[in-house]
């Protein structure tokens, strides 16, 4: 696997910077302040009786973490875009925790997934695993094992992968952060950039998030740390532009 290679050649090149890596993750641990997640678990977006049925899953990005409501994050922004393109309403569920990598989530949260069919299933991911330094082997394993226990509760729902957070520009990070973690998950990103090939009913949004592209798109003035809400977590601004990607990669699996 050409990705756990690359990934033990950079930790061999980077055996000399490791104290100051260490050190400097300490700090900006506790410069980011711990926000809260957005309160609640579940609602409707739209207006009509037969709704779509979106279930959200992963780590704080999705469980809204800074966000004052689920309505302007993760799910309720999937929601509202997808409630657009499909004219009827949608409602959503977030089953997600601050924390928590991939393995975390198989283990404490698919679980909590309902029995009832659910029409969507977007799984957001990655942040954790990278501050782990877990493996691109063992990022990919857990992946699968994810997808397989999401399957046994929900054998025919669509499952999209979100594309992984963009950790090499969060502005908490100093630049030796961001180019170590940056370089780690692109290597997450590409391990497993062909489950869709080996999965069947998965897809994978793989496009690489390119903060500067989201800059240019928006119709005011912005710059990087309007795109956060504490220098790690997305703002309010950041979870439309993200989910609108999502959702422009996910609509043509469910019925566009």
Known sequence: ???????????????????????????????VPKLPEAP????????????????TLGEST????GMPDHRVGFAGRIAAHLAERAGRSV??????????????????????????PQDLIVIGLGGNDTFQLNSPRRWRRDMIALVGAIRERQPE????????????EFPAFPPLMQGFLGALVRLHGDAIADLPARL???HYVARR??????????????????????????????????TREIVEHAWP???G
């Not at 999705?62 to 973490?65: H, S």
């Not at 924390?99 to 997934?113: F, K, S």
């Open 1 to 31: 696997m050409r990705q756990q290679l690359l990934y033990f050649l950079r930790f061999a090149l980077s055996l000399p910077l490791l104290p100051v890596l260490y050190v400097q993750g300490r700090r900006a641990r506790k410069r």
């Open 40 to 55: 609640g678990s579940e609602g409707v977006t739209g207006n009509g009786t037969d709704p779509l049925r979106l279930l």
């Open 62 to 65: 999705v469980a809204g973490v």
């Open 91 to 116: 409602a959503w569920r977030v089953v997600a925790r601050s924390g928590y990598a991939a393995r975390d989530v198989t283990q404490r949260l698919v679980p909590l997934i309902p029995g009832d």
């Open 157 to 168: 729902c669509p499952i999209v992968i979100a594309n992984l957070p963009p950790v090499g």
């Open 200 to 202: 069947p009913g998965v």
């Open 209 to 242: 998030i390119r903060l500067r592209d989201w800059i240019e798109q928006s119709d005011r003035p912005i710059v990087i740390d309007d795109l956060f809400c504490d220098g790690v977590h997305p703002s309010a601004l950041t979870y439309d532009l993200w």
């Open 253 to 255: 699996r469910i019925g």
